[in-house]
């Protein structure tokens, strides 16, 4: 049985951070934060909510405007080496999108929304600095789930 629109379109997203990912970036999709953050950061795809298609009829077609997330972590000990981390990592991320829009045909249009960054202090670990990029994926499927 081949893969549902939806999975297409997130597995589609997946593959194109993770051929935009710099070596040491840890990428993971839907998985819990691990306990340790690598050293260059770690990426996780989120899949999100598809949210309320719009439904046209003759033929069937819902429109969705699918919110995924990417999480976005960084853990460096001086804020300059923290902020210049999480910065590479965002830009990675905005580079993958512009690379390829609709995502090999997949999506009508796909753009993120700017993260609002926070900064952590864990007892007994490096300060983190993380953030949530919110990315809408536009694209249509004849079926809600197909």
């Not at 981390?85 to 905005?94: I, P, R, S, Y």
């Not at 249009?109 to 953030?131: H, R, V």
């Amino acid at each position: 049985m081949a893969a549902s629109t939806s999975e297409q379109v997130l597995s589609a997203l997946f593959e194109m951070l993770q051929s935009n990912t710099p070596t040491g970036v840890k990428l993971l999709r839907n998985e819990a934060y691990p306990e340790r953050i690598p050293a260059a950061g770690i990426l996780i795809l989120r899949d999100g909510d598809p949210g309320e298609p719009e439904v046209t009829l003759s033929p069937p077609s819902y429109l969705y405007e699918h919110r995924t997330e990417v999480d976005v972590l960084v853990e460096a000990r001086e804020t300059e080496a923290r902020d210049a981390a999480f910065d590479a990592l965002k830009q990675t991320v905005g580079a993958a999108i512009a690379s390829d829009r609709s995502l090999g045909g997949l999506c009508d249009y796909m753009e993120a929304e700017a993260p609002a960054p926070i900064d952590l202090a864990l007892e007994g670990t490096q300060a983190l600095k993380a953030a949530t990029i919110t990315i809408k994926l536009i694209y249509a499927s004849f079926d809600p789930l197909a």
